[in-house]
């Protein structure tokens, strides 16, 4: 984990003087203003601190991390619960599918293709997750991945789900399927 920068250090410092100042300023009692600033300080830099750690764990709105795997992984990754939920939100909101992508799915593609506008099937086809820029399938991701899935070959599964990570929508997702949110210039590997 990344220190607290110095910016972050100073700020519990500058408060409490502050609020030592104040006081002292108001009551003229100094022992009690510095009381009042360690108070303070200790106080601040233990919420500062924690903030930091959670912003640590916390990046880019890619949802908690978990530490195990370096800097942590992704929670969706280890958390069924949350990788569920991300997943049907991407399915709600981002038309995340087709459920099952071995078959036609007429209709999901047809969706797809008045969304971005074109008339050729294999076109719209050829946009999934699996070529997202969003989808993330380096050693790093599939050790998280992995670890969620547990027992004594998780590759099998991965391999066999073509998963990987999908850094937008903060889930567990299959190459073969797609959503609205699809980017070019994928994978990450
Ligand atoms: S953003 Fe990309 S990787 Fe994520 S679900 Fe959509 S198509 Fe798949």
Do not use: H
């Not at 981002?94 to 047809?110: K, V």
């Not at 989808?135 to 073509?162: L, M, T």
């Amino acid at each position: 984990m990344k220190p607290i920068p110095l910016k972050y250090r100073i700020l519990p410092l500058i408060t409490a003087t502050f609020i030592g100042v104040w006081y002292y300023r108001n009551k003229k009692d100094g022992t009690t203003a510095f009381l009042i600033f360690g108070v303070m300080y200790f106080v601040s830099y233990f919420i500062i601190s924690a903030a930091w750690r959670d912003a640590q764990t916390t990046p880019l709105g890619e949802g908690k991390r978990i530490a195990g795997v370096d800097d942590g992984c992704p929670a969706p990754t280890i958390d069924v619960a949350l990788n569920l939920k991300n997943r049907q939100k991407a399915i709600d909101e981002f038309g995340y599918g087709p459920p099952n992508p071995a078959l036609p799915n007429r209709e999901f593609w047809e969706r797809k293709k008045k969304m971005w506008k074109v008339n050729d099937d294999a076109e719209v086809k050829s946009m999934r997750c699996g070529n997202c820029a969003a989808f993330d399938i380096s050693a790093k991701a599939k050790a998280c991945i992995g670890q969620g899935i547990g027992g004594q070959d998780p590759e099998q599964v991965i391999d066999a789900g073509e998963l990987g990570y999908c850094r937008f929508l903060k889930f567990k997702c299959a190459a073969k399927r797609t959503c609205d949110a699809w980017v070019t210039g994928g994978p990450i590997k």
